[in-house]
């Protein structure tokens, strides 16, 4: 049984700088895809990063340049690194991973608009960004 769980949001000012992490157990991180997605308050679900078994990332447009997505598969951690927020950025920030060879993980790869097809979820952390 796969569970994802998220940590590290909170509320800052606009220009801060949050790291968010996604523990996980029931998987094993070196054979899956991971990835971030966030949803603010009456919008759907979209794509923030990801990242293939072998490293490959994709990321949004809105947070190219300032979000890094990276992952420690020996501590089955998931890690998003959020500089220079914007008040856009406000959302719950989910985790999500698919195994290699399943659908959002062919052949290890993915990208923001893959994943989201089937893959297990987290619970979420919020993230508020003011001005």
């Known amino acids: 049984q796969v569970q994802l769980l998220e940590s590290g949001g909170g509320s800052v000012q606009a220009g801060e700088s949050l790291r968010l992490s996604c523990a996980g157990s029931?998987?094993?991180?070196?054979?899956?895809?991971m990835g971030w997605f966030r949803q603010a308050p009456g919008k759907e679900r979209a794509g923030v990063a990801t990242?293939?078994?072998?490293?490959?990332?994709s990321y949004a447009d809105s947070v190219k340049g300032r979000f890094t997505i990276s992952r420690d598969n020996a501590k089955n951690t998931l890690y998003l690194q959020m500089n220079n927020l914007k008040p856009e950025d406000t959302a719950a920030y989910y985790c999500?991973?698919?195994?290699?060879?399943?659908?959002?993980?062919?052949?290890?790869?993915?990208?923001?608009?893959?994943?989201?097809?089937?893959?297990?979820w987290g619970q979420g952390t919020q993230v508020t960004v003011s001005s």
């Open positions: 029931g998987i094993t991180y070196e054979r899956c895809c």
């Open positions: 999500a991973a698919a195994q290699a060879g399943a659908p959002g993980c062919a052949f290890g790869f993915t990208d923001v608009q893959t994943l989201g097809v089937a893959a297990s």
């Open positions: 990242i293939g078994v072998h490293g490959s990332t």
